[in-house]
């Protein structure tokens, strides 16, 4: 079943039904997880209807396929700005510009993590954004020769990078996020045979606000 408006033909009143929606479905899959959560569920949060709900989305699926395509489409950018890596200041950055996302969307990446859905868009969307990261650090890899296979050593560095963000999210592990990130960019630096600057990772608000930007 098709949702009976298409985003392109929704008036201003229609786009703010639609957007709270997606911030009630949202809620909803993080507290409840992908598989528990019903469409009963989301119109409630919503305080809604389900027929408005199906105006919208034809489903709990496609709702949470717009979801993960809006994550997906904030680390795509973050993926493309991948620096050179053997600068570690630009790293640092980079990272941090990981990270600001990381910590908006990071109860929903989890739910989406361990919904371990692999198969129809929510699998393909998962697949890309995977790619699109490998496939930038190992474009960098290549410009800085280290004597490993760029690929494989990009699939390590982009798992490194995720599952760190996912620990120190999930409180896992006692870390505070961008001190990890320094440390991380060091294990970076020291990978691609620079060495880390003296100067260090800025903590304060600086970074953060660079990387919103």
């Not at 039904?17 to 507290?31: I, K, N, P, Q, Y």
């Not at 496609?62 to 993926?79: N, Q």
């Not at 990130?181 to 600086?206: D, F, H, K, P, Q």
Request: proline share 4%; hydrophobic share 40%.
């Amino acid at each position: 079943m098709k949702p009976l408006t298409p985003e392109s033909d929704l008036l201003p009143r229609g786009q703010k039904t639609r957007d709270r929606l997606l911030g009630a479905g949202s809620r909803v899959f993080s507290e409840r997880g992908y598989h528990s959560t019903r469409v009963e569920d989301i119109v409630v949060e919503a305080k809604t209807s389900h027929g408005t709900f199906y105006l919208y989305f034809s489903s709990k699926q496609e709702l949470f396929e717009v979801l993960a395509g809006e994550v997906v489409e904030e680390l795509s950018t973050v993926a493309d700005s991948c620096p050179d890596l053997s600068q570690d200041i630009l790293v640092q950055e980079w990272l941090v510009r990981f990270e600001v996302v990381y910590e908006k969307r990071h109860a929903f990446l989890r739910t989406w993590i361990e919904a371990e859905i692999v198969s129809g868009e929510i699998g393909r969307l998962a697949e890309g954004i995977v790619t699109r990261f490998t496939q930038a650090l190992t474009r960098r890899l290549e410009e800085t020769p280290i004597g490993l296979a760029p690929r494989p050593a990009a699939v390590i560095l982009i798992s490194m990078v995720e599952r760190l963000e996912y620990y120190v999210h999930g409180r896992a592990i006692d870390a505070k996020p961008l001190e990890t990130i320094a440390t991380l960019a060091g294990v970076i630096s020291a990978l691609v045979g620079t060495t880390t600057t003296s100067n260090g990772l800025n903590t304060g608000s600086e970074r953060r606000a660079k990387a919103r930007a």
